[in-house]
């Protein structure tokens, strides 16, 4: 297992956690972290065309790839139809930001606490209605 496939494995299940962009961040941050995997979380804006989502928060890995949970959230999972695949895709989970280049991230680095065992275990919790 590459370490792609190894974020991939330990983060994909929280996906279905009940969170915006921050939470899924700190949640990504706290697994990362306790596996030793260096990361680094940043704040900043995700614009598509015209639409901007600010503040949004993501991970940039030392390897050039991203981490992004709730892009889709935001943006949509593809755009409208007689767009080409290519620029249609919104990105998710991990991905190299080049295959998205209509989707453009600016941000700084920021510094997050690890979450308590408890605190994950709340905001990880599956509620329903």
């Given at each position: ?27 990504c ?84 606490e ?16």
């Amino acid at each position: 297992m590459n370490i792609q496939q190894k974020i991939k494995h330990l983060l994909d299940p929280y996906d279905s956690s009940q969170t915006e962009c921050d939470g899924m961040i700190r949640i990504c941050h706290t697994v990362l972290t306790s596996e030793g995997i260096e990361h680094q979380p940043m704040m900043g804006v995700l614009i598509k065309d015209k639409q901007e989502v600010e503040p949004h928060f993501w991970i940039d890995l030392s390897s050039g790839e991203r981490i992004d949970y709730r892009a889709r959230m935001w943006l949509g999972k593809s755009d409208p139809a007689g767009i080409s695949p290519r620029r249609a895709r919104i990105p998710h989970g991990i991905f190299q930001p080049n295959d998205f280049p209509n989707v453009i991230y600016s941000g700084v680095p920021v510094e997050l606490e690890l979450l308590s065992p408890v605190l994950l275990k709340i905001m990880t919790l599956s509620f329903n209605n």
